[in-house]
């Protein structure tokens, strides 16, 4: 389907103000469009000469005064219904564009920067509510001012009439050559955008990099060569916007113009028929008002074609296969779970787990362990159902989650993550994430159990304390709590805890480590470490490298195994492999 229609069947989900719009639209239009004639026939009938006729002038001229003040009442209220029909048809596309954002799955954001899909919801959007807001507006009142003006040349001249009927398929011919062109260019500049966008966002995040490592020059520059490839586009499409606006519907209004009064006086000169004065007058005023409103459709080609341009991006994000939000609710899980001959690649063809089988039984702690890239986080990934695994099958309490939806499996379970990421708001919403369901007690006690007020217990509000985006103004430690304190306040039966403890310092590890102790009990918990020394209670080890379990047991046991296990654990001890 094209972007037009589907811009066309939003519109009409809205269209009662639009059709009400259109409506005195009209009626406007009639009433402006009688003025010309009320004009004519006081030239032709009252003011003829040796003879003026006072009163009957009077009269039409307060017929005329008084359809041009209706005209005026009518195009504000026109105007009022269309922008507030075009604001609800945007309002709803933002909103199901955001919707649908939350449906996609990890793997496309993960392939896309967050300034491009902002860029999307923002600026795009905008640019359709540019559409509907001016170019739409503009369009349809034209077009029916048109559609009047050329009636009324019909009723004073038919033959006239037909010469200025040649605008119309000039016009059209001229917007699908200008559109052949403009397409291209504002495809790139939106794109361009796109890339601006995307480059703040990530410099922003990255500022302290950027400036710890001295590349600000750097930064600029690459920012510089963007910005100068959007202004080259866009100095493309003011070229073509000069060359076909305001100057070439002039050129046409004057020959035009010329063409009438050729015919006009060819005509009083070769036939005995003379041509009125007000006549004459009628008509050079159905011309101005003919050319205004195609002047107005001119000027909004350029608005037009970035709006279109802008709508086939935003569509292509809702056309992304996404999943609906299941409310399904499931019992909480006993915490058992299996992975059968999981298989998975990110990439086509490029595995990054192998073959992984392994069983957690309930309530207990196993921990994963290897290199960088050695396939810990995919793992964690697919029991999320981030992801799917290209083979294999994973069981939690012996059902097969991908017969579930995602929401539904991740009902019971519980994440933390080694960059815990906060909203802005407070410390107690960032715990709860305004879930009516965890009241304020359940986020002390979660607060409690994590020792977590230790940390916490110099802010002057408490949980009530200001957060902002991303919790820039806390602590790594303060931070890491809070994520803690939002898994367990959830109550899950499966707590993931990927990398929890490597970003905070020694006494904030001891009191999440003393905490975890007592939290374990009765739930199955999954733990993501380089800190080999704070999985030695473990129930299990899996020792990963290059997607498969090279070595599996407790630490005792690994230990005793003398592998890859041992090794690590030496190295970190900071003792040589096969010393004492």
Excluded at 79 to 86: E, F, V
Excluded at 345 to 365: C, H, M, P, R
Excluded at 541 to 546: A, F, H, Q
């Amino acid at each position: 389907m094209s972007t037009s229609r589907r811009l066309f069947i939003y519109a009409m989900k809205f269209k009662r103000p639009i059709i009400m719009g259109l409506i005195l639209l009209t009626i406007a239009v009639a009433t402006d469009l009688a003025g010309p004639f009320i004009a004519k026939y006081i030239i032709d009938t009252h003011m003829t000469p040796g003879f003026l006729d006072v009163e009957p002038i009077v009269i039409l001229l307060a017929i005329f005064l008084f359809l041009e003040i209706l005209t005026a009442v009518l195009r504000y209220f026109m105007y009022i219904y269309l922008q507030i029909g075009a604001n609800r048809v945007v309002q709803k596309l933002r909103q199901d564009v955001f919707g649908h954002i939350q449906k996609l799955p990890i793997q496309y954001f993960d392939s896309l920067p967050a300034g491009k899909i902002v860029a999307r919801v923002t600026n795009d959007t905008e640019a359709i509510r540019n559409l509907y807001v001016q170019v739409l507006s503009q369009f349809v009142t034209s077009f029916i001012s048109i559609f009047g003006v050329y009636v009324a040349l019909f009723i004073l001249n038919w033959q006239m009439a037909l010469i200025a009927l040649v605008i119309v398929p000039v016009i059209y011919l001229w917007m699908i050559g200008y559109r052949k062109f403009a397409s291209k260019y504002n495809q790139v500049i939106r794109a361009k955008i796109a890339d601006i966008n995307g480059m703040i966002n990530e410099s922003i995040h990255g500022m302290n990099i950027i400036q710890a490592f001295k590349r600000e020059d750097q930064m600029k520059k690459e920012f510089a060569s963007l910005n100068d490839e959007h202004f080259e586009y866009q100095r493309k499409l003011l070229f073509l916007d000069s060359g076909t606006s305001y100057n070439l519907v002039s050129v046409l209004r004057l020959l035009i113009l010329t063409v009438f009064i050729f015919y006009f006086g060819t005509q009083s000169m070769n036939t005995a028929e003379i041509v009125t004065a007000g006549t004459l007058y009628a008509f050079v005023d159905y011309t101005t008002r003919l050319f205004n409103p195609i002047v107005s459709i001119v000027s909004q080609f350029s608005q037009l074609e970035r709006s279109l341009v802008a709508g086939t991006r935003v569509f292509e994000l809702l056309d992304q296969s996404g999943e609906e939000v299941s409310e399904k609710s499931i019992p909480r899980y006993e915490g058992n779970v299996v992975f059968e001959n999981v298989s998975f690649a990110y990439q086509k063809d490029e595995y990054v787990l192998k073959n992984i089988s392994f069983e957690a039984k309930k309530g207990e702690t196993i921990a994963l362990v290897g290199h960088t890239g050695s396939g810990k986080s995919s793992i964690m990934n697919l029991l999320f159902r981030f992801y799917d695994p290209q083979n294999g099958k994973i069981y939690i309490d012996g059902i097969d989650v991908s017969t579930l939806p995602r929401q539904t499996i991740r009902e019971h379970m519980g994440i933390v993550l080694q960059d815990p990421y906060l909203f802005s708001g407070t410390i107690a919403s960032n715990i709860s994430l305004d879930d009516p369901r965890i009241t304020r007690e359940t986020i002390e006690k979660a607060l409690i159990a994590v020792g977590g007020e230790r940390v916490l217990k110099n802010l002057e509000e408490g949980i009530d304390e200001p957060v902002i985006e991303k919790g820039s103004t806390l602590s790594s430690g303060q931070r890491q709590l809070i994520s803690f304190a939002r898994a367990l306040a959830f109550n899950p039966s499966i707590l993931i805890l990927d990398e929890a403890t490597s970003n905070i310092d020694t006494e904030t590890e001891e009191v999440i480590q003393h905490a975890m102790d007592v939290l374990k009990q009765g739930r199955t918990t999954f733990i993501i470490a380089h800190r080999l020394s704070t999985i030695k209670n473990a129930d299990q080890i899996l020792v990963l490298d290059r997607g498969e379990i090279v070595e599996q047991g407790t630490h005792d046991e690994l230990i005793a195994l003398g592998g890859r296990y041992e090794t690590m654990y030496q190295l970190q001890s900071g003792k040589m492999p096969g010393t004492t």
